[in-house]
């Protein structure tokens, strides 16, 4: 199947910093991405949906300003955490639909990204 | 608004004996619907998808049937083994004609082999 990968698979940060993750599809071109947030033991929580080349679509509740997404190319989506706080700390997993070759439909994650805020 | 219901929230299976999970979908104009498998501290793996165009496909000891008109969809897992003992997410999706792309996730089914 395709790749998505997602880079770091864990990370550690100071509270007020900002924090980086980047969500690749390595073998296909992805026109939409998604990111969600999971916390223990539970669902698949979608923060938001970017689609190369347009702002990012971001679910009820879910801060714009301090979740900042960019989707600049067809292959790499990024999420960057803003003045994080411990309340932060998650598993952040990306996903990606592809296009064309009838697989239109189909979404692949990333491996995840734990974040701790310290 | 859609939704995806999943059951059971967890299920417990002796090794070799099977185990089935059920989803229900509202959004009448799904016509995808993949099955993820998720573990633990990693990334969900699509495991097994279905279109509205068959009712039924198998991969090894993995099935996935669907009713559309129940709107009813289950993953069967034959002769489990530990390794198969993971979080499944099954998910209902509409195509790009169907009014664009959207995809809504079951809560989730925490399966558990014993061996």
């Known amino acids: 199947g395709a790749v998505v990968s997602q880079h770091p698979s864990r990370v550690i940060c100071k509270s007020g910093t900002s924090v980086k993750i980047e969500c690749r599809s390595l073998?296909?071109?992805?026109?939409?991405m998604f990111w969600y947030r999971q916390f223990p033991k539970q669902s698949l929580m979608l923060m938001a949906t970017s689609n190369e080349g347009s702002k990012a679509t971001y679910e009820q509740g879910v801060e714009k300003d301090k979740f900042l997404i960019n989707h600049a190319s067809l292959t790499l989506s990024t999420l960057t955490v803003t003045s994080a706080h411990p309340e932060d700390s998650s598993f952040y997993i990306c996903?990606?639909?592809?296009?064309?070759?009838?697989?239109?439909?189909?979404?692949?994650f990333g491996e995840g990204s734990w974040l701790t805020v310290v | 608004g859609e939704n995806v219901e999943q059951h059971p929230s967890t299920l417990s299976v002796q090794e070799g004996d099977s185990a089935v999970i059920k989803c229900t979908y509202s959004?009448?104009?799904?016509?995808?619907f993949p099955w993820y498998k998720q573990e633990l501290g990693k990334g969900p793996q699509l495991i097994i998808d279905?279109?509205?165009?068959?009712g039924e496909k198998k991969d090894q000891r993995i099935a996935v049937t669907l009713n559309k008109t129940a709107k009813h969809f289950s993953l069967h897992i034959t002769e489990t083994q530990p390794e198969d003992s993971a979080v499944y997410f099954c998910a209902a999706s509409r195509g790009r004609d169907t009014g664009g792309f959207k995809t809504i996730f079951g809560a989730g089914t925490r399966l558990f082999v014993k061996a």
């Open positions: 279905i279109r509205s165009n068959v």
């Open positions: 073998d296909f071109q992805a026109t939409t």
């Open positions: 996903s990606a639909r592809g296009q064309g070759n009838g697989s239109g439909n189909t979404i692949y």
């Open positions: 959004d009448s104009a799904s016509n995808y």
